[in-house]
């Protein structure tokens, strides 16, 4: 199925290299305007979306990026700037985007980011309907909390998912005991074997899904 991707800048040129130049990696939609690309994000499913830094009418990707987050909590969102600094990418890190990127974009820079967040691989495939888990040939049939976890894992792989957000997901701050979720963890591992060298934990903080 092909993947959705929306580009937000003015710069015409700049959009008409990159429609040209990466149209391969989905179907791109482009456009330039903050109002456009507003009404876009909320009425359509985007898996993947590029936000030129400066935007027209004093905003900014940072305008648009919480309307990302809550209309499509799944998708990734990469910012492109021509004059990125240090306090801009510590925003974006604290945004919780997938990362930045600079103009004019090399394509084997781009496919080393897409490679991060895991956009080409197909190892894993989760049915949010049957709640199965597609492992090349193998199937896993899940149970509901372990649904959630991996769901959450794959949405935000090869980025660390902390502890609080994993029992959110779960348990909806509902009491349960203080290693309820490092107990499901090590079970999903022991269940799916193919996980043990990609889930990590995070001392403290959370989990790791790294997938290549």
């Known amino acids: 199925m092909q993947k959705n991707i929306l580009l937000v800048d003015d710069n015409e040129d700049f959009a008409a290299y990159f429609i040209s130049k990466f149209s391969y990696l989905g179907k791109l939609v482009h456009t330039k305007s903050h109002s456009d690309a507003t009404q876009l994000i909320k009425e359509n499913p985007w898996d993947l979306v590029f936000l030129d830094h400066t935007l027209d009418n004093d905003k900014t990707c940072f305008d648009l990026i919480p309307l990302v987050r809550t209309s499509h909590p799944r998708s990734h969102v990469l910012i492109v700037t021509g ?117 990590s934990s995070v001392h403290g903080t959370g989990y790791l899904l790294k997938v290549q």
């Open 83 to 199: 004059n990125a600094d240090k306090a801009m990418a510590i925003r974006a890190a604290n945004s919780g985007v997938s990362g930045f990127l600079e103009k004019p974009i090399l394509e084997d820079e781009l496919t080393r980011r897409l490679q991060e967040i895991g956009w080409f691989d197909s190892r894993f495939h989760l049915d949010d309907k049957s709640r199965e888990l597609f492992v090349g040939d193998k199937v896993y049939h899940l149970t509901q909390v372990e649904y959630v976890v991996l769901r959450r894992l794959l949405d935000r792989k090869n980025q660390l998912v902390t502890r609080a957000d994993l029992e959110q997901d779960i348990w909806n701050g509902r009491h349960v005991a203080k290693n309820a979720l490092d107990t499901h963890l090590y079970n999903l591992k022991k269940k799916i074997p193919e996980l043990k060298n990609c889930l």
